[in-house]
């Protein structure tokens, strides 16, 4: 593995004041929270796929933020990512004058970056959570850094904590993905009930991009077709019309650490995230 976790100690330092010394480019990215309130349903997938067929087919700049400790999005494209960055984590606790961009690091896929992996993120969460203002921490992070890319996707933790309420008051749009299981799409209405709040009190211009399931097995027609009705009736047009089916190719290209495209181009799962892609653009303004 050609990444490093690295410590979660941290070291106090004086405070500093906000002033931002990035400076500001001649983009103003679209900001997608790809969330979840459960694990196991296609999130990192998800933002690691979309991202990369941005970046490929769509001529994107595009950024992916690894706001999850757990770091899978770094772990899925760890032989595509290069050495370097910083900590994101120190940005949360400290806020200063310092933006995303500032920690970023390159991958090997033309136009996709990525913020490095960061356990420490866990603490960080604790951290922030007697902070005033703790949920526009990173929306103020991203200021700037909005105006260097096309895309930026936040892979969020599979919980509705902090850093991802952080992550909904900074997007202008949330992805919610989903399996057809019956906690998973139960997952989902409580995740729309934060989104509703955090538009109310933090974001006023969030919107739900929709829903997309994810992990269907093509052999249960009976259970997915039961499943779709449910989710039509609950969400209409948030269902989004492409389904993301179980896949071989995209277990092992994260096994083997590389983007979809890079590891089976032609598999039934790159294509697939291929279509999310494009219908991700049209939904968009």
């Known amino acids: ?25 001649d983009r103003q990215a679209q900001v997608i929270a790809v969330a979840a309130q459960k694990g196991g349903v ?10 990369a067929a941005l970046a490929r087919f769509h001529d994107k700049r595009v950024l992916v933020v690894d706001l999850d400790p757990q770091c899978h999005v ?18 949360l606790i400290e806020p200063g004058p310092m933006e995303v961009e500032d920690i970023v690091t390159e991958t090997t896929v033309q136009g996709m970056f990525l913020t490095p992996a960061d356990p420490c993120l866990a603490q960080a969460e604790d951290r922030m959570a ?40 900074a ?8 399996n ?27 919107d739900v991009l929709g829903v997309v399931l994810t992990r269907l097995d093509g052999r249960n027609t009976r259970s997915n077709d039961a499943v779709l009705e ?12 492409v389904q993301i089916g179980i896949n071989e190719a995209l277990a092992q290209a994260q096994l083997a650490g590389r983007d979809i495209y890079d590891f089976d181009p032609s ?19």
Do not use: F
């Open 267 to 285: 598999s039934r799962g790159a294509e697939q995230y291929r279509e999310l892609a494009s219908i991700v653009l049209e939904r968009m303004p």
């Open 130 to 169: 007697s902070r005033i203002g703790k949920e526009l921490v990173l929306k103020s992070a991203l200021e700037i850094t909005r105006s260097h890319y096309d895309i930026i996707l936040i892979d969020c933790p599979p919980n509705v904590g902090t850093l991802t309420v952080n992550a909904l008051a």
């Open 180 to 206: 057809p299981a019956a906690l998973a799409v139960a997952g989902v209405a409580g995740l729309m009930g934060t989104v509703a709040e955090v538009r109310g009190q933090l974001n006023p211009q969030l």
């Open 171 to 178: 997007a202008d749009h949330v992805l919610i993905p989903s």
């Open 74 to 91: 770094n772990l899925a494209l760890r032989e595509q990512v290069l050495l370097g960055g910083g900590a994101l984590s120190d940005l």
């Open 42 to 51: 296609g999130k990192t997938t998800t933002c690691a796929a979309l991202g």
């Open 230 to 241: 449910l989710v039509r009736e609950s969400w209409g047009e948030l269902l989004l019309p």
């Open 1 to 25: 593995m050609r990444m490093s976790l690295g410590s979660c100690l941290k070291i106090n330092r004086a405070p500093q004041a906000p002033q931002k010394t990035l400076p500001r480019g």
